[in-house]
């Protein structure tokens, strides 16, 4: 899959949302709002990087095998930075990625990491920053189509940050649910073949965290979706990568998708405020948590309006 990365010159965006059934929405990004730079106090803050980064110091040119990639590395005027992170033992494990990696003119990517379940930021040169734990799909495997509620595995960017905040759902089958907040403050979508509907958001459901939970998404805590905000632009790379399980289920349906070895995230920043699962009554209505969704009924994943419903993704 080719990567195609977005200008990044863009720092304010006015998305109209046109809402099925409904009066359109219009969402401001505003990159300068206070608000949009929210953060827990508490929270620690990735290391900055070296300021500017020099444009040599990105690789131009294909290169042909990992020592090739490693070279170009150990020349930089970043050895020292490109030494502490993950890329050199991905050259060897993956070469594509990391020539897209070296090449990328964004200062941070993100890794959504099945195996671990927890989001990694990394800054360019690879080096950890932060990992929030993380929900995806209840379903293993990549995604193939729209409804088929999976969380799409491989290299993409992200398309851009919205505010989620009022967002509401209508799904496939046009129910439309108008409980707010269940994709949290921020939403960032992924740029994929398959669907313009998936992306990294926070949640209303903490509990559900750590847990294959989702309907495709990937949910975060919502003080965290704030956090991560502030070092992603659209372009950024973002890789979703899989399982064994998932890759076994991969394999099963003829597919082979690239993956790469993170070991364990050492920066896990855990939820500010411990927060438990409600108590439900047995006739409660549907929550975006997958597990209380009755087995007879769809499962859909937002569509084109980008309403939300409470069974979400």
Request: charged content about 25%.
């Amino acid at each position: 899959m080719k990567l195609h990365l977005i200008p990044a010159f863009i720092a304010t965006a006015l998305i109209s949302i046109s809402c099925s059934g409904s009066k359109s929405d219009t969402i401001t990004v505003d990159a300068d709002n206070p608000e949009f730079a929210h953060t827990h106090p508490d929270m620690p803050q990735p290391e900055p990087l070296p300021d500017p980064v020099k444009q040599d110091t990105v690789l131009t040119h294909d290169v042909a095998s990992a020592e090739e990639a490693i070279a170009f590395m150990e020349s930089s005027d970043y050895a020292d930075q490109y030494a502490q992170g993950i890329l050199p033992a991905m050259a060897h494990d993956n070469l594509d990625y990391a020539t897209r990696l070296l090449k990328s003119p964004y200062n941070y990517f993100i890794v959504v990491d099945k195996p671990s379940m927890y989001v990694v930021l990394y800054n360019r040169f690879g080096v950890e920053q932060q990992a929030y734990r993380m929900a995806c799909s209840k379903k293993y495997g990549t995604k193939h189509k729209r409804r088929d509620n999976r969380t799409p595995e491989g290299f993409f960017s992200a398309e851009g940050i919205y505010n989620s905040t009022e967002w509401l759902y209508t799904d496939d089958d046009g129910n439309t649910s108008q409980v707010k907040g269940q994709f949290g403050p921020r939403f960032i979508r992924l740029k994929t073949d398959v669907t313009t509907q998936i992306g990294i958001h926070g949640t209303c459901a903490p509990w559900a965290l750590g847990n294959r939970a989702s309907h495709g998404c990937i949910r975060i805590h919502n003080d965290h979706i704030m956090e991560l905000i502030k070092y992603v632009e659209p372009g950024t790379p973002i890789i979703v990568n899989p399982s064994e399980r998932d890759q076994k289920v991969n394999r099963e349906e003829g597919y082979e998708i690239l993956s790469i070895n993170i070991g364990k995230p050492l920066k896990k920043q855990p939820a500010p405020v411990e927060e438990k699962k409600p108590k439900q009554k047995a006739d409660t209505t549907r929550t975006d948590t997958i597990a209380t969704v009755p087995a007879s009924e769809p499962q859909s994943e937002p569509s084109d309006s980008l309403k939300h419903s409470t069974y979400a993704e």
